[in-house]
């Protein structure tokens, strides 16, 4: 589905001595107007227009008598008639259109978001028709599909930038403030604290528990390494845990028995967006006088029953990476926690160990979210629940398309939690997922491996032991694309393409 034509009321400032219609182009239509134009002197009989654009986005407001303006596209034929200067028409990208019926004396104006270009014109209405089926057409999946989000949003970003840079409080200040409450809200949660990325939230929040040398904390081999960078950066030691290979994710069976005299923590990492099971988890650690530490990286909006990951333990760090679920321009992070004391050390911590500038209570340092991510990523979440809600529709695609197909497992969600499929791995059977990520590039399908090589055996680490189903998911695991702005042709083809390597 794309933008379809619409009709919008143009604000009208009345006046004793005249009228005044006001077109402001950030809230009316969205775009940034480089070009005006108009049409005047027309024939009664005659037909204007007769192209379509590719990229070009257009206003269209009828200043005086009245036009009628067909427009035809992918989504179907609309028919506007333009009789009052009080409404004007947003005309999105690809749409052939035809204006007739002129009143006499009728003047059209155009608003449009670039200037002259023809090569953006289609003139032919065949190849208009050619234009449309080949857009439709899939001929490649990419792996994720940020640049869809980025031409989406991109004025609303622009904007949006462009007012952080006017307030001038480049560092702190209200968007930070601001982004802070509405995370806490929206993870069910009672603090944020914004910091410079992801590892940093694990960082802080062990630094702020007093986790240090000599203090083991427990971390799934199956992951990114960060989640264990974090414990090694505080000078304490991680001691690996196996996984489940259904959902990558710490396997808690087998806490116990790594858990020591030593042991302070355990930091589950709902990987690939699907919760662990948070409940039985907590009460484990609760048995044992562990903190528990979430690396909610992946999981943005992820919930656990009714409630969203971020405050259901100790204190949970999140990423907001470019490519994650709720992702910046760059860098950024921020902890998600419950407790109000916890929440203040970690702002300081982060902030030069200093609430009163100048004044350093604690040896703190410099990990901040800035001002223009904060600003973004508060636009950014208010679509963050229709994203998570068009990935788990694209997913469902995938366990339509892939059930049963010989040789492939997918992922089994655990009763009770709602996943936001940060990534969607299947594991591939007997030594052959290298083969099936080269057939799938032969297709244009992108891929990706989360991860190739479990944290144990990463040459910075390895730790020895031994963790056959890490192991085994970092030898079978592939990712397949799944973005909210993915299509579900693209993704019907990438279940096609693997279904035809499978002979199946
Ligand atoms: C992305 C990620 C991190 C680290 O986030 P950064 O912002 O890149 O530091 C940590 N853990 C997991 C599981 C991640 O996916």
């Known amino acids: 589905m794309h933008e379809v034509p619409r009709l919008i009321d143009i604000p009208q400032k009345i006046n004793a001595s005249g009228s005044l219609g ?18 005047y002197d027309i024939e009664g009989n005659a037909t204007r227009g007769a192209h379509a654009h590719k990229a070009l986005r257009q206003f269209m407001i009828c200043l005086n008598g009245s ?23 947003l005309i999105p990208p690809g749409y052939w259109r035809d204006l007739n019926d002129f009143a006499p004396g009728t003047v059209v104006a155009v608003l449009a978001s670039e200037e002259y270009d023809e090569g953006d014109y289609i003139r032919d209405p065949a190849a208009f028709d050619a234009w449309l089926e080949e857009r439709e057409r899939v001929g490649g999946v990419p792996y994720i599909a940020m640049a869809r989000c980025h031409d989406e949003m ?15 409080s480049l560092i702190g200040g209200p968007h930070v403030t601001n982004f802070e409450k509405e995370f806490a809200a929206y993870c069910d949660a009672v603090h944020c604290v914004g910091c410079g990325n992801g590892l940093d939230a694990l960082v802080l929040i062990m630094k702020a528990l007093e986790i240090g040398a000599g203090d083991e904390v427990i971390v799934p081999a199956n992951s990114f390494i960060a989640s264990a960078l974090a414990v090694e950066a505080v000078g ?42 948070m409940v039985t988890l907590n009460a484990l650690a609760q048995r044992h006088n562990l903190y528990v530490i979430e690396d909610a990286a992946q999981a943005h909006g992820a919930r656990v029953g009714n409630q969203r990951i971020g405050g259901l333990s100790t204190a949970s760090g999140f990423s907001f990476y470019p490519t994650k679920n709720l992702g ?55 679509k963050l629940d229709a ?15 892939l059930n049963h197909v010989a040789g492939i497992a997918l992922p089994q969600m655990p009763q009770g939690m709602e996943a936001v499929w940060h990534v969607f791995p299947v594991l591939v059977a007997n030594g052959k997922r290298d083969d099936l990520q080269e057939f799938l590039k032969s297709k244009h399908i992108g891929t990706n491996i989360h991860y190739p090589i479990p944290i144990h055996k990463q040459k910075a680490y390895a730790t020895g032991g031994s963790f056959p189903e890490a192991e085994r998911v970092s030898a079978e695991t592939l990712s397949l694309p799944l973005d909210p702005y993915h299509t579900e042709n693209e993704i019907r083809f990438v279940c096609a393409a693997i279904r035809e390597w499978a002979g199946s």
Not at 22 to 39: K, M, Q
């Open 67 to 89: 036009v009628t303006v067909h427009l035809r596209g992918a989504d179907g034929s609309f028919t506007f008639d333009l009789t009052d200067r009080t409404k004007g028409i």
């Open 328 to 382: 910046a321009l760059g860098d950024g992070g921020a902890v998600v926690t419950n407790d109000p004391a916890l929440a203040e050390k970690i702002r300081l911590l982060g902030n030069y160990g200093a609430k009163v500038k100048y004044h350093h209570d604690i040896k703190g340092t410099n990990t901040r979210l800035d001002p223009v991510q904060a600003a973004v990523l508060s636009l950014k979440l208010k």
């Open 387 to 401: 994203w998570n809600e068009r990935r788990r529709a694209l997913a469902d695609i995938y366990f339509q398309g």
């Open 236 to 277: 304490a030691t991680s001691v690996f845990v196996d996984c489940v290979a259904a959902t990558g994710s710490l396997d808690i069976a087998q806490l116990e028995a790594v858990i020591t005299p030593r042991t302070k923590a355990v930091m589950p990492v709902h990987l690939y967006g699907i919760p662990v099971d």
């Open 22 to 39: 006001v077109v402001e182009a950030s809230t009316l239509t969205g775009f940034d107007a480089r070009r005006l134009y108009y049409l």
């Open 154 to 168: 991109g004025f609303d970003i622009t904007r949006t930038v462009a007012q952080v840079v006017r307030d001038g």
